[in-house]
């Protein structure tokens, strides 16, 4: 029944590359407004992206190399998600968190929690992983599936690609 | 009749998230090239890409509490615009200027300009003015619409969407 | 007979507007994979972009005047490839390639020749060439074509068109 709603909108893939924070606002902006309004949505995460779906918040050592365990402790986690914009002094994602909250906009924690509400389908990227490092077992249990490029291409095949 | 030789080709659809100079730049450049070849084309501005948007350019305090009022400082207006690129040593818009002008390619303003006369549709995102303490009066004449996610979706949907 | 294949799958148009290495990697990986898996693809380099495309490597002076020779002079080459993240310390190009390797992921160069092999068609945007001062021949001889943003549009019709 839902699928038959669906199936009147094109569906709606997003690669998530960016781990800014404000881009990642963008993209579940993006991803919750297509979903409330009966599209299929997929996000899949790659790079940087991959950082906002780390398990374990904070600066940690994941990773089975030095390397990669160099770069996830310089990563950190969702909390600490940069914005994309450096080259304003005194802009930081806090202050646009504030006026998120100020200004009774959803949260990045409400966004994500109304994603999954709302079905929207989590991936992430296989080779991306690979070079990171990380394991299935160290992304949150709403990543639904670790896959390759050609996957998600196959199931973008009738779907807008945006690439945030 | 405009809109018969129109619908020949597929419509273009550009999220203009990056307030980047030379983002907009070339958002500009694709909007324009494409209307200059009948097609229907709709500019999206939302978070940073706001910023080129506003009527009153310098750095001015709008919004209508502290937190937008600092941030609309900072941000300036479009004769601000920074580049996307920062670590290049001595490279800024008025570099990049200055070679757009040297070169005979058109600036900014004539973009913006060109982009008017072609009849290229342009949105402001509500949830980001809404973050951003902006009103419809602070923007410029050129802005046909403030409307929210789901509206820019639904008018997209047989349309190329690109995000910069 | 490759045609004939090709054309179940949608096409693919990757505009490369960034020169950032990790943005390079991101269009090349889904380049290589959309080729392999009988799409065709199209990658669009303009602005930054076109860095990766130049024949000579390192810092040189190109350029007909001394605007677009100081350009290209900072832009460096394909081996110079900045991070599009500044902000973490002691993130680099260099870590990035150098976890690319030890986890066996193909490398830039890699990534371009097999691009190569699956026939992958490179073009360069003639305004960004016009505006950095650079010729044809100073890209190498992988680029099929110097086009405009009209042509690029209309081999992309029935294609996903991705900005990166």
Same mark, same amino acid.
């Given at each position: 029944?839902?699928?038959?709603i669906?199936?009147?909108?094109?569906?709606?893939?997003?690669?998530?590359?960016?781990?800014d924070?404000?881009?990642?606002?963008?993209?579940?902006?993006? #991803?919750?407004?297509? #979903?409330?309004?009966?599209?299929?949505?997929?996000?899949?995460?790659?790079?940087?992206?991959?950082? #906002?779906?780390?398990k374990?918040?904070?600066?940690?050592?994941?990773?089975?190399?030095f390397?990669?365990?160099?770069?996830n402790f310089?990563?950190?986690?969702?909390?600490?998600?940069?914005l994309?914009?450096?080259?304003?002094?005194?802009?930081?994602?806090?202050?646009?968190?504030?006026?998120?909250?100020?200004?009774?906009?959803?949260?990045?924690?409400?966004?994500?929690?109304?994603?999954?509400?709302?079905?929207?389908?989590?991936?992430?990227?296989?080779?991306?992983?690979?070079?990171l490092?990380?394991?299935?077992?160290?992304?949150?249990?709403?990543?639904?599936?670790?896959?390759?490029?050609?996957?998600?291409?196959?199931?973008?095949?009738d779907?807008?690609?945006?690439?945030?």
């Open positions: 029944m839902i699928q038959e669906k199936s009147e909108h094109k569906k709606i893939s997003i690669v998530c590359f960016s781990g924070f404000d881009k990642i606002v963008a993209a579940y902006t993006i #991803a919750t407004g297509a #979903a409330a309004t009966n599209r299929e949505v997929t996000l899949f995460f790659t790079f940087w992206g991959l950082n #906002a779906l780390k374990r918040q904070g600066h940690s050592w994941l990773g089975k190399d390397l990669s365990r160099m770069f310089i990563m950190g986690g969702r909390k600490n998600l940069p994309s914009r450096l080259n304003f002094a005194g802009m930081s994602p806090g202050l646009m968190s504030g006026m998120m909250k100020k200004n009774n906009v959803a949260s990045l924690e409400e966004l994500f929690e109304a994603a999954d509400a709302l079905g929207v389908r989590i991936y992430a990227c296989e080779m991306a992983m690979h070079i490092g990380l394991k299935r077992e160290d992304l949150e249990d709403s990543v639904a599936d670790v896959v390759g490029v050609a996957t998600f291409l196959n199931e973008s095949e779907a807008h690609i945006i690439f945030i």
